[in-house]
């Protein structure tokens, strides 16, 4: 190999890495809400990078060692264990409306209330149980198409932080199989849209496939 396909190929890797970091930055952990004009475009560009980077991942050059796959950790940890629409206090909305609150002298003609009510009803629109039809599609970007992989994966999937799932830290097929369950209560959510419940069972016949070939070999 001479030197100018090395430098190539060392650039190549480099913006690679630079895509994976630029996807990090821009993807904050939050779907978008129901009073974003943008919300459908939004979510299908969602989709569309999450399909992007599995794709990515399956070229075989991976600069981060495992590729995409830490990616793909965390948009399966967010869209299929943590659920907070069960959680009933949060802190985090109690201090800012706290902050808001104390930023009035006094609620003249109601300013305060009609403010208070519209910021509260914009967070909790931000983790309602409905913007799974938002990550559910792009979580089943990476069961299509690097499902086989991440089914064998072992070992650190990266931070892990409390969720719906109290097994083992790491990648495991007892994971895999949570995910899988998980799916499979997407599909009987009536809150969500019909598309993500078909979705969703998609996935749980996917997933079952792909565990039976590997009773297979």
């Given amino acids: 190999m001479d030197s ?3 430098w190539w190929n060392l650039s190549s890797i480099v913006r690679l890495a630079a895509i994976s970091w630029a996807i990090a930055a821009n993807w904050v952990d939050v779907d978008h809400p129901f009073y974003d004009t943008l919300r459908d475009q939004k979510r299908q560009g969602w989709v569309n990078i999450n399909a992007f980077t599995a794709k990515l991942h399956n070229t075989g050059i991976r600069p981060e060692g495992r590729g995409q796959l830490l990616h793909a950790s965390w948009v399966l940890r967010k869209a299929l264990e943590k659920a907070p629409w ?3 206090h949060h802190q985090d909305i109690e201090e800012y409306l706290e902050w808001l609150q104390d930023g009035y002298v006094e609620d003249y003609e109601g300013e305060l209330e009609e403010e208070y009510n519209d910021k509260r009803d ?8 409905r ?7 792009g979580a089943s970007q990476w069961i299509i198409l690097c499902g086989k992989e991440i089914y ?11 969720t719906k799932w109290t097994g083992r830290e790491g990648w495991s097929k007892q994971r895999w199989a949570f995910w899988r369950e998980r799916f499979e209560w997407a599909s009987t959510v009536t809150a969500l849209d ?24």
């Fill in 86 to 88: 069960e959680v009933f």
């Fill in 4 to 6: 100018v396909n090395i």
């Fill in 194 to 217: 019909q598309k993500t419940r078909q979705l969703a069972r998609e996935m749980v016949d996917e997933m079952r496939r792909i565990e039976g070939e590997d009773t297979q070999e």
């Fill in 122 to 129: 914009h967070f909790l629109e931000e983790i309602d149980i």
């Fill in 152 to 162: 064998g994966m072992e070992g650190s999937l990266g931070k892990e932080w409390p």
């Fill in 131 to 137: 913007t799974l039809n938002g990550w559910i599609p």
